[in-house]
């Protein structure tokens, strides 16, 4: 149940003094191979950090050997400084795996080592402590280090997101850390997905995209994007099992689909998860639209943390999307709330009191338009007072 | 300072039993003319209530003699019964006008009642209460009743809204709820403005719309938009005085600025006031697309809350600004927070520690996009443990 569930993976996960608490802050992920076929999704935000403009181009090719990554500073917003401090890591990272090659073909590059960050913006890295923890953890590396690779990238989360597909002969593992600012084209989340099948990086690639698409991106906890969300897979080959796109798709969306809703429930401070389907949608686009228009309310998810079915806040931000982006007559929208149809043809329904959100952790928003046949499913969480206070005192 | 501070307008607030509370909830103001010029601004939101249905035909003739008003209710999502209220509403009101009506000329018919509803979503009214309360307010009708008019229509307000502009012989009041749910297109907020000036309705239509555009739409507490909101301008020529439509948007536009300022200080559980000015864009609409991004950050507000100059989180919201609606490079943004360039061509600046958000209950936050000459100010508020405390129990 970890990245080094598929075979040819080594990891460790070490404290080097980036976090003031002394818990694990660097670690290290190794592909032994045969095969080092990489892709990356990164964040689509305009604001990049340096890991994120780091990864871009060092995946390019479609390799990668190694990912190292770090907890305790986010090294975005840090200038051509910034930059270089990423630079450096993956030439260490490149050094401390090279010295114990057997044979020059197992040198390792800093081009083939990809590095991920997160924390706070704005704040340059401890390098010291930093490069330290990179030969602890090139030390440390062990077949089973997953779990410690996993606990080493948690900042605010409360436990550590793994996850694992097993299929005939081969597998697929992985890892999260998110627990805030999750958001469509990803969120302040890390994550590395590792297999043991036989593919090549333009495979990867594909089903790596398939599969955020339909996983990551549909987790909105507040609206908010990063600077450095990352989605890393790699695959080694260990198993020998050649795959096919579909194949490789349908596992790698299994394990980020539980690594996604892991990551929704241990949102900073939400008491409820919520999902928001919208059916009968002209198109998947207008039924996303609207869905995202109920996950980014503030209203009605503070309403949901005071168990309160407030269908007309639902109403009120679906109603906010364009005609053109979904076309829908305001007066046959239908709401129910975990099953009770609250809301029918636009208007009041069944009684809101037989609604009983207190005793649920689980919410479940359906809303129809009745504009055609497309269906989608948003996860979200209430606003909380912990949210707010988790995000208040972050940085301070 | 109020409604009733222009020439040519009695108002009342009266108590029908709407609010548990027993507050008052009933509004009417009348425009006694000469003239009955009349335009409004209604919600965007494709989901209206009742009365935004009934206001936005009723004005269609640009004539308008009298806007009844309620809380305790908002009228919306409620069907054709709903409407049927508000149609009832209006009638009643028009009766209740003309049976003191001296000539056939003075009766008012139910197409020039305009109506306003605030309060939750879904309900249905109670008639007999609101009617009884027309009845009660058309009884108390003053010259200077502006003041009990603008009492009648809070809702979580903590104090009444109100503004007047003084000009050479004329002048314009006005009046506002609202204390969440502001955002852009309006917001939960309804407002009446009066006028003594000689206008015709299409230039106090002309001088609304350009008065909202740079007041009430600059305001954006949530990011929530609701099925409710109403700006109402009423031109009675009382003073007999005519002016220009230029005359005439300076001064609704001093009006609803004051207003919505009101708006925002008074927002839900909010501890800060915060200004958002993005200058250096290459249009307005760049300018306003960035600033919003900032002012629908719930990371940003709440860290604001927490009084932590946290610029990182200005950036990601920026750089969530697609590149066809605001072109800028992201390493020549710069930020500054209460005067302290926190971050300079998009990295580390002066020291966060420098920014004393403590003492102050205004935020200042000027993003210079360096891509152009155009600039926009939006206001908004943190996000702070009051505003999901009220939220979350405000129809329970």
């Not at 790596?208 to 698409?213: P, Q």
């Not at 636009?346 to 928003?365: C, K």
């Amino acid at each position: 149940m970890s990245i080094t569930t598929p075979r040819g993976f080594r990891a460790a996960g070490v404290a080097a003094g980036l976090k003031s608490t002394g818990a694990r802050d660097v670690a290290l992920v190794v592909n032994d191979g045969p095969l080092a076929s990489a892709a990356a999704v990164l964040t689509s935000n305009r604001v990049q950090a340096a890991p994120v403009v780091w990864t871009r181009q060092a995946v390019s090719d479609g390799a990668a050997r190694a990912v190292v990554l770090n907890s305790g500073g986010a090294n975005a917003c840090t200038g051509p400084e910034g930059f270089a401090d990423t630079h450096r890591t993956a030439e260490h990272v490149a050094a401390v795996l090279s010295a114990g090659a057997a044979t020059p073909e197992d040198e390792v590059g800093a081009g083939d080592v990809l590095v991920c960050s997160t924390g706070l913006i704005g704040l340059r890295l401890d390098m010291d402590g930093l490069l330290g923890g990179v030969d602890a953890a090139a030390g440390a590396l062990d077949p089973d280090g997953g779990d410690d690779a996993a606990h080493a990238i948690m900042t605010t989360d409360s436990v550590a997101k793994q996850a694992a597909a097993q299929r005939d002969g081969w597998s697929v593992g992985g890892m999260a850390k998110g627990a805030g600012m999750l958001a469509p084209g990803l969120a302040t989340m890390l994550s590395v997905v590792t297999t043991d099948a036989v593919v090549d990086a333009a495979t990867a690639d594909a089903a790596l995209r398939a599969a955020t698409r339909t996983t990551f991106d549909r987790v909105d906890s507040d609206g908010c994007m990063s600077t450095n969300d990352t989605v890393i897979l790699l695959a080694s080959g260990a198993s020998g099992v050649e795959v096919t796109l579909a194949e490789l798709t349908s596992a790698v969306t299994d394990v980020c689909a539980s690594l996604a809703r892991q990551l929704v429930a241990d949102a900073e401070g939400a008491s409820h998860d919520i999902a928001v389907t919208v059916r009968g949608a002209s198109t998947e686009d207008a039924a996303l639209a609207c869905a995202r228009a109920v996950t980014r309310s503030n209203l009605f998810k503070a309403a949901v943390f005071g168990n309160d079915p407030n269908w007309g806040r639902v109403l009120a931000a679906v109603g906010t999307v364009p005609p053109d982006v979904a076309p829908y007559d305001p007066l046959s929208l239908d709401v129910a709330i975990n099953g009770v149809q609250v809301c029918r043809a636009g208007g009041v329904g069944e009684p809101r009191e037989l609604v009983d959100l207190a005793s649920h952790r689980d919410v479940h928003v359906d809303v129809d338009l009745h504009a055609g046949d497309s269906e989608v499913t948003l996860w979200t969480n209430d606003l909380t007072h912990d949210y707010v206070h988790e995000n208040s005192a972050y940085s301070s």
